[in-house]
């Protein structure tokens, strides 16, 4: 039998174990509520940086279709192909480019936003060729300067594999080619929104949709005109018989377009012998082509002067308006020129230069006529029987 002392000594022990398996429990059940609490508030940070991660980026329809995540505020961006940087320009966020093609970098006055701009453009890096070269983006270069958005006009596939060998999401807009459209309204809208620019893309928008109801209000009574235009630049320069289907300032203007034939859209070369038969009231020459005009002038002086526009001194002058792709600023100054050219008293307040300038100004932030003078090309009327 146990003596009293054993039992004693025993009801300790047992007693110690229940102690030390009470605080181990205890512990246990200690460490798994701290284990608990980090886990929550590891899973509750991993959410809040989840969310802060997706609130820094933007998720947007570009002008291909294609759904693509930009940063919410981007500092940096590159243009690649025609009319890209020059909206980036008009949407006055000029600072935030980081690179340029390297047609970018010649100073040419009738491509408006590359000579106001000259200074900043031609000492960025390259990414690419660009202009008569061809959309040919340098990969490698645009990596390496790691910008946040690439505005690009160029297709869809072109596109998807642009952004994934450099790794920045890349946003398609559209090659401008007529005045007064929905895509330049949508590019503006697009781009505006991506670069937080969106009250500069409403006062963009505004402006010209402004200056389109002005232009059609005041030929509303008028009697239609016919014209020609002639000298139109594309791919070149090209002589009297170089002209255009569809030719935008007559069509907002309303006025009979001898070169608009069934078969025919954009820039060819017309037959004179169609000129001559049809005598149009106005002729428009873009200045910039004017010595090409004159070299057909010396080829056969007759053929110019039997043309009733001659006769009357109704050929006139307009500045070149397109130059990898076109420049809408100058396309709405010209739409001006013709306006008060043609029709004399429906645009009698207008003088043709102060509106060039005041439409630059708007925008890119600086008149330009004089500087365009300079190089041969500004609103005059021509004397093609002297």
């Known amino acids: 039998m146990q003596t009293r002392n054993q039992e004693r000594t025993i009801k300790k022990r047992w007693s110690s174990y229940l102690t030390r398996r009470g605080a181990l429990a205890l512990f246990v059940a200690m460490l798994a509520c701290t284990l608990c609490s980090c886990s929550a508030a590891q899973n509750s940070n991993q959410s809040q940086g989840d969310a802060a991660k997706s609130a820094d980026k933007v998720q947007i329809v570009d002008m291909a279709g294609r759904q693509v995540n930009v940063p919410a505020h981007p500092k940096s961006v590159i243009g690649v192909g025609a009319s890209s940087l020059a909206e980036i320009c008009f949407l006055q966020a000029q600072d935030k480019v980081v690179g340029v093609e390297a047609a970018e970098k010649q100073d040419i006055p009738r491509c408006v936003y590359r000579h106001v701009f000259h200074d900043k453009f031609a000492n960025l890096p390259v990414i690419g060729e660009g202009g008569k070269n061809g959309v040919t983006p340098n990969e490698e270069a645009i990596s390496d300067l790691a910008p946040d958005v690439i505005f690009a006009t160029i297709d869809k596939e072109k596109a998807d594999i642009l952004q994934q060998r450099t790794g920045v999401p890349v946003v398609c807009i559209t090659v401008q080619e007529q005045v007064f459209s929905d895509s330049f309204y949508k590019d503006i809208e697009l781009m505006g929104k991506v670069l937080n620019k969106d009250k500069r893309a409403t006062e963009i928008i505004d402006y010209t949709k ?84 004159e070299k057909d002038i010396q080829q056969n002086p007759d053929y110019f002067k039997n043309l009733k526009a001659v006769q009357n001194k109704q050929v006139f002058s307009l500045v070149p308006n397109r130059y990898y792709a076109l420049n809408i600023e100058l396309a709405i100054a010209n739409c001006y020129q013709v306006g008060h050219c043609a029709y004399p008293e429906a645009f009698g307040d207008i003088d043709p230069t102060k509106k060039l300038d005041e439409i630059t100004s708007f925008f890119v932030g600086k008149p330009v006529s004089a500087d365009l003078e300079k190089i041969g090309c500004s609103f005059k009327k021509y004397d093609l029987a002297a």
């Open 210 to 293: 402004k200056m389109e109801a002005d232009l059609t209000s005041r030929v509303k009574n008028v009697t239609p005109k016919s014209a020609y235009a002639a000298g139109i630049s594309y791919r070149g320069g090209h002589g009297f018989a170089g002209t255009e289907a569809g030719f935008f300032p007559f069509a907002i203007l309303n006025m009979k377009n001898i070169a608009d034939v069934n078969d025919k859209t954009g820039p060819y070369n017309i037959d004179l012998e169609k000129v001559s038969a049809d005598q149009p009231d106005c002729i428009f020459i873009e200045s910039n082509n004017f010595k090409m005009v």
